[in-house]
Structures are given as C-alpha cells and as structure tokens.
C-alpha cells in the first residue's frame, strides 16, 4: 500500500506548506526520517526556566501582599504549604527595608508592574510554540509533542498552575519525545506544572514528620492527597482498566509524598543561585516505610522509592497497550484497529519503552496507510494547519492567536480536567462547531499575504491534487478575491480532515 506524501503531511504531520507536497518521496520513509534527531527548537531560545519563573512568582506575590493588593492572574497563588507560595509574614519581610517603613503605593505598582511581566513571558511562550509550529519542517515530531502534552494535560485556569503549563511542555516532554517513556514521565510528574495542578506539593503522608510535627504544635494537619497518583495510574500510565485498585492509588501516593517545589523561603535564600529546576523533595512529608503498588513491593528509599514505581509503570504491558491504543487513535482512527495497537504495544515492550520503536510501529504499519484512515481536526488543527498553508506569520504577540482557539472551544493549555482534550470527531463536529470554523476561516483568510499564490493552486500544493477536484476546485478557481478562495479553502471539508 503506497505512503503518499500528503498523508504524511497533513494526518502524521501538522498540516502541509506550499511546495512540501513536491518531488518524489515515500511518506513513510519522510517520517521515519523526522525520527532520526531532535528537531532544532530555536524559537524556544531565551524562554526561562521554570524554576526562574518560581522565583520572580514569588516576588510578585511579595511585592503585592506588602501593597496590600490582591495577586492578579497569571500570579495567582494556592495554600501557604511546603511548595506553595510564602505567608504574609514572609511576604511583608522580604520587601521591608531594614529600618524602613513600606511604601504602600510603590510596593503596589512594583507588584503590578511584576504581574504585567508574567503575564508576557507567559504570552512569549504560547507565541513560541505557534511559531514553531507553523515554521517547523519536522512536523511529524511537533504533532507528537503535542500529543504528550495533552496526554499529561494540565490546564491553566487553575491559578497557581497558570504559568508552568507550556514551560511542562518544554521542559519535560520536548527533551524525551523522541527517547523513552520512562525518562518523560519522571520529568513530567515532577515538574511544578503536574505537582501543582494535581495537588501533590501539598501532600503530606499521615505518618511523617511534618504530619507529626503539625499535631505537637496542635496546628491543623494536611494529609495524604490522592490526584495525582490516581491520574498517574488512570491517564499517565496503565489505563481506567488497567488492573489498579484503590490500594494502589492510596500506595503510590504514600511513594510520592514530599514531591513538591521549592518554596519562597528557599528561593530567597538561594540569591542569585536559582536552581537548575523548581523540583524539591521534602523528606519532612514523605510517608515512611515499605509500599506496595500492583503487587510488587518497594523499600523505603526517600525520593527514590516513587521513581522505583514510575520505572515499573512506563515498563507494565498495560501502558504498552494504553499508550499504543491512543497514539493509533491520534493518528489513524477514532477506532483504531485492534491488530495495529496490539503490534505497537509489542514494539513498546520488546524495545524497553523506547518511543521511537513506537512510532515506527505505527508509521510502518499496513492499517497506518488505510484509504479510510482519517482523524477530523480539533480547532488546534485546524488554525495551525491554516498557519502553515497560508504561511501566515505568529507574531510575538498572540493574543489575537489565543483568543480565535478560545472562540473555536480549545483554549490554549486549558483542557480543564487532567484527561486532556478529547480525540474524536464526533467531540468537535457539532453544527456550532463547524459555524465557528466557518467564521474563523474567514478571519484567517483576511490575513493572507496580497501576493499570495492563488487559492487553487495554494490548495493544490497543501493538499494534493487527489483532494481538490469538483465543484471544491471550480469554486477555488472561480472565487471573487483572494481572500474569498482563501476563506473557502480553509472552510471546505477537504481541510476538515487529517487524511
């Protein structure tokens, strides 16, 4: 069965540029190809770290607790826990000239000044990955990374998570897109984006120090929180049906108590020495003692007794299958078929987690290739896609980008639950939905360079001959203006679908 180049671009890829479709290749053998090294991620350049973004979070808060102003977004904060941002006594302290009484109006608008300066790193990296995206010619790679960033979903409307949602992305999943599950799964529940959003950093076991401490000083007692355990086993891992108990849930918890970030009072002390990450373990609050989790127990080991179990997780067949069945679906169909997830899953274990073995099972498969293998494109898919075939430029600001993936109903990082966006057509072909598409396209099209090719022939080039014929063709053809042909172009069924 051939591979067309097409199929490669636009199902496997992110949607094809003008002239990516021309010449003589394979598509298997161009996407095999994008497999071979990590794609150059200069757009990403410049971007600061998570643990960066910690500190100067912490400064904010600061600065606006002394102005007696309240956090706005992005900075907003959680509980004063070990991980979480600092008590009002910390905040008032570490903006108070020694000897000096505090301005309340300059520590107002130094709070808000801060906040503003958040709130655009925060835009720096939503731009930076559209840019990427749209300019990438290793598209197969970014629609991966996609796929694992929303298969660790954490979504930005809960406050204290608002900032570190596409640093996860950058941090954790693009380093390991192309190595082994293991390795991403260990950075992805270890970044501050995952500890805050399922609540871990302020999980503390039962039985440990902390909890034991709190219960002398007779203070209230934070105990054990299950989130982001239960996600690990439910979504991250093995799969709803995966053979988990309830037990292992509460086990793998007690593991994985300590799991947190640094706190303001530690990021004051450290200075100008920011740490290389935001991740801290916090033996305090770890659950002491043996765990047992599917069966096979684990010693007490500090930090490392929860990695221990993440290693056994990324290597059990059921995350195999779970892992293999989603990526299928992704890619091929919203029923995969059986044999083609079977065969990957084999590929997955035979080759110790290693995700490339897992992507060239798919890519190398018969059912891969199949004249009815489709996936409709989600609003993401849909704008990047746009992007790409109009080469239309991401600004530094993209705000306006923001906002039109908001009106189409996927929000940039805000899936708001820890499944993730849903995968299927039948979530986002409602008669609303494709209205909304329709007014999109138009905006897109009103974007499009005067000196751009024609319509058809820009349709042509991203989507091949085989899908421009009939009255779509005499329409493209015939349209009144270039931002008429351009606007049925991005509305027509034709560039719905990932074919």
């Known amino acids: ?46 971007l600061p770290s998570s643990a960066v973004t910690m500190t100067r979070e912490y400064e904010q808060l600061s600065a606006a607790r002394a102005g007696r102003v309240k956090a706005a977004p992005p900075a907003a904060m959680g509980d004063m826990q070990p991980g979480s941002p600092m008590s009002a006594a910390d905040a008032m302290a570490s903006v108070r ?14 709070a808000e000044q801060m906040r503003r300066d958040l709130r655009r790193r925060q835009l720096d990296e939503f731009a930076a990955r559209y840019r990427h995206a749209s300019r990438t010619d290793r598209p197969f790679v970014e629609r ?3 796929f ?49 959003y399922l609540d871990n950093s302020i999980s503390i076991g039962n ?36 053979g988990y108990r309830q037990d292992d849930v509460l086990e793998l918890a007690r593991a994985i108590t300590g799991w947190s970030t640094f706190n303001s ?54 995350t195999a299958h779970h892992l293999s069945f989603k990526l ?13 997830v079977k065969r990957m899953a084999q590929a997955y274990l035979s080759h110790d987690g290693d995700l490339r073995a897992l992507y060239r099972a798919l890519v190398e498969s018969q059912e891969s290739w199949a004249d009815n293998a489709r996936k409709f494109k989600t609003p993401n898919d849909f704008v990047v896609s746009a992007l790409r075939a109009g080469e239309l430029p991401v600004g530094n600001d993209a705000r306006a980008l923001i906002n039109l993936l908001s009106s189409l109903g996927q929000p940039v990082f805000t899936p708001r639950s820890p499944a993730g966006f849903p995968d299927t057509a039948a979530d986002w072909s409602s008669p609303d939905g494709l209205w909304k598409r329709i007014q999109a396209a138009q905006m897109l099209a009103a974007r499009i360079d005067p000196k751009a090719s024609a319509p058809y022939q820009c349709a042509v080039s991203v989507l091949g001959n085989a899908a421009v014929d009939g009255d779509f063709a005499i329409g493209l053809r015939r349209a009144g203006s270039l931002r008429d042909g351009y606007a049925l172009l991005f509305a027509s069924p034709a560039f719905q679908w990932r074919i």
């Open 207 to 242: 039985d440990s120090a902390a909890a034991q401490r709190a219960e002398l000083m007779r203070r209230e007692r934070r105990g054990l929180n299950e989130n982001l355990a239960r996600e690990i086993l439910e979504l991250h891992t093995l799969g709803v049906d995966g």
């Open 144 to 146: 991966l990374t996609q």
């Open 1 to 46: 069965m051939s591979a067309s180049k097409a199929t490669a671009a636009n199902r496997f890829g992110l949607g094809a540029k003008p002239g990516e479709l021309e010449g003589s290749g394979d598509g298997r053998e161009i996407l095999l190809a994008q497999l071979r090294e990590p794609p150059p991620l200069d757009e990403f350049h410049g």
């Open 148 to 196: 694992w960033s929303n298969h660790f979903a954490v979504s930005i409307d809960k406050g204290d998570t608002r900032l570190y949602a596409a640093a996860m992305e950058r941090e954790a999943i693009r380093p390991h897109v192309l190595g082994r599950f293991e390795d991403m799964l260990l950075a992805v529940e270890s970044h501050p984006a995952m500890l805050r």
């Open 97 to 110: 000239p020694e000897g000096k009484a505090v301005d309340v109006d300059q520590a107002g608008e130094r």
């Open 328 to 340: 299928a679906r992704h890619f091929v169909a919203d029923q995969p078929p059986p044999a083609l």
């Open 265 to 318: 009072r530690e990021a004051k002390a450290a200075g100008e020495r920011i740490p290389d990450n935001a991740f801290t373990f916090r033996k305090a609050s770890h659950e002491p003692g043996e765990r047992r989790v599917l069966g096979r127990r684990y010693a007490e080991g500090g930090v490392e007794q929860g990695r221990a179990v993440l290693a056994d997780l990324a290597k059990h067949p059921s």
